[in-house]
């Protein structure tokens, strides 16, 4: 167990009402925010010149003439906890943004110690309520999986219709490569042209008699029945989410080592901007009393249930079933499975 959690559990940040002190960022918190950016929100950290640029380049815009809004939440310590920070640009009015004033959610990040306790959802709220106030009614952002239902909370609504993409400028010239290679560019740069990939992982697990376990979804009814698992929080490994996930379902601890049964590979798709990833550990065998003491998160499952593999296959699509039944042969094989998309090998 992570030390410094046991002490930001002991200290977690409330008002005298109980809620997260959310307070309005300045421009002296411009590093703070940078550094939060840079260690759990970019996929490469900042170097320390990049860091001072983009500090630099922030703290004028978090004044009350700039166009950077931010919400942040204390730790104990007077480090970051949370914080959310919006860019607001002008764009040509309509209307149901007569003021053309639009803002994106540039970042929100929550530092480790302090995630799962509403801090993320507590600065959001606190950042859209300011730039509506500000008469902004115009909001994007970008989002993992995994986040998206807090913003659709909010109101936010996917659209496949959005692109992005990065040009390199031609206003300054990079270093010329020698040996006839590719030219040199920041690690930052090129880390934003790498294809995102969002990590997931699951556990197979059985009764002593083989039997395959999985977990009822109440909210996929095309996907009705799966095995314990979900996405990685940010800072973990696969093997720690798979843990992780494995408590918050079920109530049960696994103690591992880490066996892995089978990786699954899946492509982006519309709605789905991020290929995704997904690595299948051998969750052990559960004896009768473990399963017996199965307590289920009700908003995600509502029945546990253990059957012969054959038993499955009427249960499921035809494509989770030949997952299940590749990682049940991995797990008696020896032999890891591998997936080019959900369901195909």
């Given at each position: 167990m992570n030390p410094d959690a046991d002490l930001a559990a002991e200290a977690e940040p409330r008002d005298a009402s109980g809620r997260p002190p959310v307070r309005a960022a300045t421009a002296a918190d411009a590093e703070a925010i940078t550094r939060m950016r840079s260690e759990y929100v970019l996929s490469a950290p900042l170097t320390d010149d990049w860091l001072r640029q983009c500090t630099d380049d922030l703290a004028p815009r978090l004044t009350s003439t700039g166009d950077a809004r931010a919400f942040l939440i204390q730790a104990p310590d007077g480090t970051l906890a949370a914080c959310a920070l919006g860019l607001i640009s002008?764009?040509?009015?309509?209307?149901?943004?007569?003021?053309?004033?639009?803002?994106?959610?540039?970042?929100?990040?929550?530092?480790?110690?302090?995630?799962?306790?509403?801090?993320?959802?507590?600065?959001?709220?606190?950042?859209?309520?300011?730039?509506?106030?500000?008469d902004t009614t115009l909001f994007e952002l970008h989002t993992s999986p995994q986040a998206a239902p807090l913003y659709r909370d909010f109101g936010f609504s996917g659209s496949?219709?959005?692109?992005?993409?990065?040009?390199?400028?031609?206003?300054?010239?990079?270093?010329?490569?020698?040996?006839g290679g590719p030219s040199w560019v920041p690690p930052e740069q090129y880390a934003?042209?790498?294809?995102?990939?969002?990590?997931?992982v699951c556990?197979?697990?059985?009764?002593?008699?083989?039997?395959?376990?999985?977990?009822?979804?109440?909210?996929?009814?095309?996907?009705?029945?799966?095995?314990i698992g979900g996405a990685l929080d940010l800072g973990e490994t696969p093997w720690e989410a798979a843990v992780r996930e494995c408590r918050e379902e079920t109530g049960l601890d696994?103690?591992?080592?880490?066996?892995?049964?089978?990786?699954?590979?899946?492509?982006?798709?519309?709605?789905?901007?991020?290929?995704?990833?997904?690595?299948?550990?051998?969750?052990?065998?559960?004896?009768?009393?473990?399963i017996h003491r199965i307590v289920l998160a009700p908003?995600?499952?509502?029945?546990?249930?253990?059957?012969?593999l054959d038993q499955w296959q009427a249960l499921m699509p035809d494509t989770d079933f030949a997952r299940l039944r590749a990682v049940e042969e991995a797990?008696?094989?020896?032999?890891?499975?591998y997936f080019d998309s959900w369901g195909t090998t």
């Open positions: 002008p764009v040509l009015p309509a209307p149901s943004y007569p003021r053309g004033r639009a803002a994106r959610v540039q970042l929100v990040v929550t530092h480790p110690n302090f995630r799962r306790r509403g801090y993320a959802r507590a600065v959001v709220a606190a950042l859209l309520d300011h730039l509506t106030a500000e496949p219709a959005l692109m992005r993409m990065t040009r390199r400028s031609t206003s300054a010239p990079l270093p010329a490569a020698t040996g934003q042209s790498l294809p995102k990939a969002v990590a997931y556990l197979y697990v059985t009764d002593e008699a083989d039997r395959p376990l999985q977990l009822h979804s109440v909210y996929s009814p095309s996907h009705p029945w799966h095995m696994i103690a591992g080592p880490p066996r892995l049964l089978a990786t699954v590979y899946g492509p982006p798709r519309p709605r789905r901007p991020f290929s995704t990833v997904q690595f299948v550990f051998d969750g052990g065998r559960l004896s009768t009393e473990q908003h995600e499952h509502d029945e546990a249930r253990v059957l012969p797990r008696r094989t020896g032999v890891a499975g």
